[in-house]
């Protein structure tokens, strides 16, 4: 079984940053592909980031391209998500998901939640001045 946590979650400015990050108790996470989600108030899940596990490959949504960057930390076993530039539309409960299946590589299947077993809680990131 495995359980995600997510941290790293808070209030910042418009302009600033936050480090999101993932870990896992029970499991590795390095057998897994990883994504963020997330969700706005009155809004549906949207996909973020997702990592691969078989070759480190990495995809973005386009509202994030060029300000959010995932990587794993195979010495901690955590998958970070480092959030610069934040908007006020960036304010949303991020979540960390997790496979074993490969579902990172099809552009079908990497920010679709429910193709994912595992979920965390969620982390609340808010971006306001």
């Known amino acids: 079984q495995l359980q995600l946590a997510e941290s790293g979650g808070g209030l910042v400015q418009p302009g600033g940053s936050l480090r999101l990050s993932c870990a896992s108790s029970g499991r590795s996470l390095k057998n897994y592909d990883i994504a963020w989600l997330r969700q706005a108030p009155g809004k549906a899940h949207e996909g973020v980031s997702c990592?691969?596990?078989?070759?480190?490959?990495?995809h973005y949504a386009d509202p994030v391209k060029g300000r959010f960057t995932i990587s794993r930390d195979n010495a901690n076993d955590t998958v970070s998500l480092q959030m610069n530039d934040l908007r006020h539309e960036d304010t949303a409960v991020y979540y960390c998901?997790?496979?074993?299946?490969?579902?990172?590589?099809?552009?079908?299947?990497?920010?679709?939640?429910?193709?994912?077993?595992?979920w965390g809680r969620g982390t609340q990131v808010s971006v306001s001045s």
């Open positions: 990592i691969s596990f078989s070759d480190g490959g990495t």
């Open positions: 998901l997790a496979d074993m299946r490969d579902l990172c590589a099809s552009a079908d299947t990497r920010f679709n939640g429910r193709d994912y077993f595992y």
